[in-house]
């Protein structure tokens, strides 16, 4: 078994540090040769049935839902096709609006998730377009779906999902370009420029992972509280929830996470001296709302650790008690850096606590009952 780990002392830990490579072999195959061009021959759709999208639903479960939360703003900023983001168990029973113009967009990493299956299933009986993002070649979800693009992030073993959450992130990176040089909605300079900056994102990932000890301390002092926040803005809020799933699923400690400006209409009640908040700020455009927000909590006493894109330091540092700053990038593209903090605070929480880290209570890897 520790051969299979490769020296790691859990999956997880092996899987969080797989993650470079499996951003590159993701990428690999699907970028023309002079970078400036997405190829994403696994969609059979034509320009014209692309043109013919008029809207899209993600639909998946837990870690595979917040990537699709990723996935609606990537989609809706660089092609602009409104896009809903539904969780699984929920979507067939709110009787969506599914229409032949609608493309489905179905994110597993086992490709077999009940609920997963039966949304595919329901958006097919509908006439939609149903393609599938998941991890395993010759799953129910990627057989069952007109297009499939597979994540190539390997086996993962350890119920956490890590790898596959970003192998899923780069996944909508590539299909949002390609969307967007199909349906003109971007330029080619603009999308030369994302690629060059995704190809970058796997070296970034390694330059986090070398500062791992700083994240096990972090963790360390977290493990001795019972409750925390996470706070974000727009794809910084999409991050903090799944920041604080894996925090949940595998330290057993409650967490919340909170769209950062709507704390103070009930959920600021609950903070008080010495609680611990995790605040994501990568997004330059919205600096100065979250750090408002950032302020409203240590007012109250929260010992807030801030997670930043590199260059923004010394702006933020002045408002948050630690601080740790993720390697520069696009604003789009930060949630592919910035949950990799989050995983390994969620990781050495976890083995802080002595719990199991890779099977944890309660939970199955695989959720084949609806
Ligand atoms: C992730 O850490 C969880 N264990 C869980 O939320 C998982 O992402 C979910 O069950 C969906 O699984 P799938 O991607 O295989 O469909």
């Known amino acids: ?198 190809q970058q994102l796997p070296e970034q990932v390694e330059r986090i992972l070398s500062q791992s000890v700083v994240l096990k301390q972090v963790a360390e002092s977290i493990s001795k509280h019972s409750n925390l926040f996470f706070i974000g803005r727009g794809s910084d809020f999409a991050v903090a929830q799944e920041g604080s799933l894996k925090l949940k699923e595998i330290s057993y400690i409650h967490s919340e996470a909170y769209a950062a400006g709507e704390l103070k209409h009930g959920t600021l009640a609950l903070i008080e001296e010495g609680i611990p908040v995790i605040a994501l700020i990568t997004q330059e455009d919205l600096y100065e709302k979250t750090l408002s927000n950032i302020k409203e909590v240590k007012a109250r006493g929260a010992h807030v650790l801030g997670i930043v894109n590199g260059g923004s330091e010394e702006e933020v540092g002045k408002s948050v008690d630690e601080l740790f700053a993720i390697p520069k990038t696009l604003p789009l593209l930060t949630p592919a850096l910035s949950v990799v903090p989050l995983q390994l605070i969620a990781y050495y929480a976890s083995l802080a606590l002595g719990n199991d880290v890779d099977k944890p209570r309660n939970l199955a890897k695989s959720v084949t009952v609806e």
């Open 1 to 198: 078994v520790t051969a299979e780990k490769a020296g790691f002392d859990h999956f997880m830990l092996k899987e969080i540090f797989e993650q470079p490579k499996a951003y590159r072999d993701t990428m690999m195959g699907r970028v023309s040769e002079d970078g400036r061009s997405v190829q994403l021959k696994e969609i059979g759709m034509t320009l014209e049935q692309l043109k013919a999208i008029r809207n899209v639903h993600i639909v998946a479960c837990g870690t595979a839902y917040h990537a699709g939360m990723i996935g609606k703003q990537v989609i809706e900023s660089l092609a602009r096709i409104p896009v809903e983001t539904d969780v699984a168990s929920e979507y067939r029973y709110r009787s969506p609006i599914i229409t032949p113009e609608t493309l489905v967009i179905v994110v597993s990493q086992s490709g077999e998730t009940a609920d997963t299956l039966a949304a595919l299933r329901e958006a097919k009986r509908c006439g939609a377009r149903v393609l599938a993002i998941t991890n395993v070649v010759g799953s129910s979800v990627s057989r069952e779906a007109d297009d499939v693009i597979i994540t190539q992030a390997g086996p993962e073993i350890a119920v956490a999902s890590t790898k596959a959450y970003t192998s899923q992130l780069i996944a909508f990176y590539l299909l949002g370009l390609y969307l967007a040089e199909s349906l003109e909605t971007r330029d080619s300079a603009f999308i030369a420029e994302v690629l060059e900056a995704m």
